[in-house]
């Protein structure tokens, strides 16, 4: 098992940063992937960002953040990082760590290729 607990949400303004952190416990060593995914209401939730903790590190990330989300990790802490700059209204929603234990090939952003999840983290972005 691997528990996930988010934090760091709030609400900012357009164009401001917030910085969200998981924080993992149990298993963690069972882990090849962790990533970020969010949703807003009325929306699937979608992959935001993610980065291959059982491997070399390498990160990936969605379109509609790049450029603006950055991922890092505190091995010592077992937490992972997601740094957001220059936040859009857009980007408003729940924001969801999630751990996966499967060493896929390509990058996984999809929802079902995580195992385990963190209760989430609210982000609103106001314009």
């Known amino acids: 098992q691997v528990h996930l607990v988010e934090s760091g949400g709030g609400s900012v303004q357009a164009g401001g940063s917030l910085r969200l952190s998981c924080a993992a416990s149990?298993?963690?060593?069972?882990?090849?992937?962790m990533g970020w995914f969010r949703q807003a209401p009325g929306k699937e939730r979608e992959g935001v960002a993610t980065?291959?903790?059982?491997?070399?590190?390498?990160?990936y990330y969605a379109d509609s953040v790049k450029g603006r989300f950055t991922l890092s990790q505190d091995n010592a802490k077992n937490t992972l990082y997601l740094q957001m700059n220059s936040l859009k209204p857009e980007d408003t929603a729940m924001y969801y760590c999630?751990?996966?234990?499967?060493?896929?090939?390509?990058?996984?952003?999809?929802?079902?290729?995580?195992?385990?999840w963190g209760q989430g983290t609210q982000v609103t972005v106001a314009s």
């Open positions: 999630a751990a996966g234990t499967v060493n896929w090939v390509r990058p996984p952003l999809g929802p079902r290729e995580y195992n385990y």
């Open positions: 149990g298993y963690t060593y069972s882990t090849y992937w």
């Open positions: 980065i291959n903790t059982g491997g070399d590190s390498s990160t």
